[in-house]
């Protein structure tokens, strides 16, 4: 089994900037990909942004690109998402996910097979 840790979320400032860390312990020799979900209030669970270890290609969601970036420690089993410019319609709790499997692209829920408990992010308008 795979264990996902997600950093600490919290509240920012709408226009400000907060980066989440989620590390990967247990059967994680064969990672393929690791990424990130999120679930505002009352909405579907969305992607945010992947990054597949064997080319270092990363997915976004169209609506992210140029706010949100992420990278990762294939070595380490550790992704990053750094999170700029933020609004108030990115306050959810985000996921980490990561996959086993492998894939061309990873960008949808069935592409990944374990999930973090999810972290709270705030944002203030």
């Known amino acids: 089994q795979v264990q996902l840790v997600e950093s600490r979320g919290g509240l920012v400032q709408a226009g400000g900037s907060l980066r989440l860390s989620c590390a990967a312990s247990?059967?994680?020799?064969?990672?393929?990909?690791m990424g990130w979900f999120r679930q505002a209030p009352g909405k579907e669970r969305e992607f945010v942004a992947a990054?597949?270890?064997?080319?270092?290609?990363?997915y976004y969601a169209d609506s992210l690109k140029g706010r949100f970036t992420i990278s990762g420690d294939n070595a380490k089993k550790t992704v990053y998402l750094q999170m700029n410019s933020l609004k108030p319609e990115d306050t959810a709790v985000y996921y980490c996910?990561?996959?086993?499997?492998?894939?061309?692209?990873?960008?949808?829920?069935?592409?990944?097979?374990?999930w973090g408990q999810g972290t709270q992010v705030t944002v203030s308008s």
């Open positions: 996910v990561i996959s086993t499997s492998y894939r061309g692209a990873y960008y949808r829920q069935g592409d990944f097979d374990s």
């Open positions: 247990g059967r994680t020799f064969s990672s393929y990909a």
């Open positions: 990054i597949k270890w064997s080319t270092s290609n990363t």
